[in-house]
C-alpha cells in the first residue's frame, strides 16, 4: 500500500462544473496536508493546504480533510479549461521534515 | 531570491559518469528538501536539510547520491556513477520552517538524461 494515494485519473469534467480529486493516506500521525497543481514540463506551485479537521476555502478550491478517515479531498468549482494539469496531493509526516507526494491526478476541462 | 533557482535546466551525461545539480532557495528559508520524479510519475523523497544540517535522509540511494547544502553556497546534488533509471526531473524546494506547517515551494527543476 503507497503512503499516499490518488486516483490516477484522467478525470474529465466540462467548464463551469464542480472537479472532485481525491487523496487517502495511510499515517495516522500526519500533520498537514497539501494540494499542489503541476502543468505539464513545469514545477508543482501551492494551490491549498490544510490541518484541521473539516473544509478550508479559497477562491473556487475547497479542501476538506477527515483525520478519522484519513481522506483528504479538493474540490474546484466552476472549473476552467485553465484548471487542467496534475494534481498533487502532498502530506507532511511528524517533525515536517519528510513530505510524502502522490502519484497526482490528471484533470482535463472540456471547453 | 524570491524563487528557487535550480541550474542547469537540462544536464546530459553518459552512464558511469559523475552529475551534479544545484539549488539556491529562496532567501530567507532554512529548509532544502530534494525530490525526484521520473517520466512525470510521482515525487520521491530524497532528502531534507535544515540550513547545512541533513535531517532526513531515508529517500537517498546513499552508494551513489550525496547532498550537501554549504553557507553561502547554494545547495547541490552529486550523482556518483550514474544509471540509466537515474534519467529524472530533480526538483529542489525550500520552505521557512521545517515543522510541516509551512508550505514548500519548488524550483523548476533539473532535467537529467543519462545516455
Known amino acids: 500500500q503507497k503512503e499516499v494515494e490518488q486516483n490516477s485519473g484522467p478525470l474529465s469534467v466540462p467548464e463551469g462544473a464542480i472537479a472532485s480529486l481525491n487523496c487517502t493516506y495511510s499515517?495516522?500521525?500526519?500533520?498537514?496536508f497539501f494540494w499542489y497543481r503541476q502543468y505539464s514540463g513545469k514545477s508543482p506551485e501551492l494551490i491549498m493546504f490544510i490541518y484541521s479537521n473539516g473544509d478550508k476555502e479559497d477562491g473556487r478550491f475547497t479542501a476538506q480533510l477527515n483525520k478519522a478517515s484519513q481522506y483528504v479531498s479538493l474540490l474546484i468549482r466552476d472549473s476552467q479549461p485553465s484548471d487542467s494539469a496534475t494534481y498533487l496531493c502532498a502530506v507532511n509526516k511528524g517533525g515536517g521534515f519528510k513530505t510524502i507526494f502522490g502519484a497526482g491526478t490528471r484533470l482535463f476541462v472540456k471547453a | 531570491g524570491e524563487e528557487v533557482a535550480q541550474t542547469p535546466k537540462h544536464l546530459v551525461r553518459g552512464e558511469g559518469q559523475k552529475a551534479k545539480l544545484y539549488c539556491a532557495p529562496i532567501?530567507?528559508?532554512?529548509?532544502v528538501f530534494w525530490y525526484q520524479q521520473v517520466l512525470k510519475n510521482e515525487f520521491k523523497f530524497l532528502i531534507s536539510f535544515q540550513n547545512e544540517n541533513v535531517f532526513d535522509e531515508t529517500g537517498m540511494p546513499k552508494e551513489r547520491f550525496s547532498a550537501k547544502c554549504l553557507p553561502n553556497s547554494p545547495c547541490s546534488l552529486e550523482i556518483q556513477a550514474t544509471k540509466l533509471e537515474d534519467s529524472a526531473v530533480y526538483f529542489c524546494?525550500?520552505?521557512?520552517?521545517?515543522?510541516?506547517?509551512?508550505?514548500?515551494?519548488f524550483g523548476d527543476g533539473t532535467r537529467l538524461s543519462i545516455l
Open positions: 532567501k530567507g528559508h532554512s529548509y
Open positions: 524546494a525550500s520552505s521557512q520552517s521545517g515543522t510541516g506547517f509551512q508550505p514548500q515551494h
Open positions: 499515517d495516522r500521525g500526519s500533520q498537514s
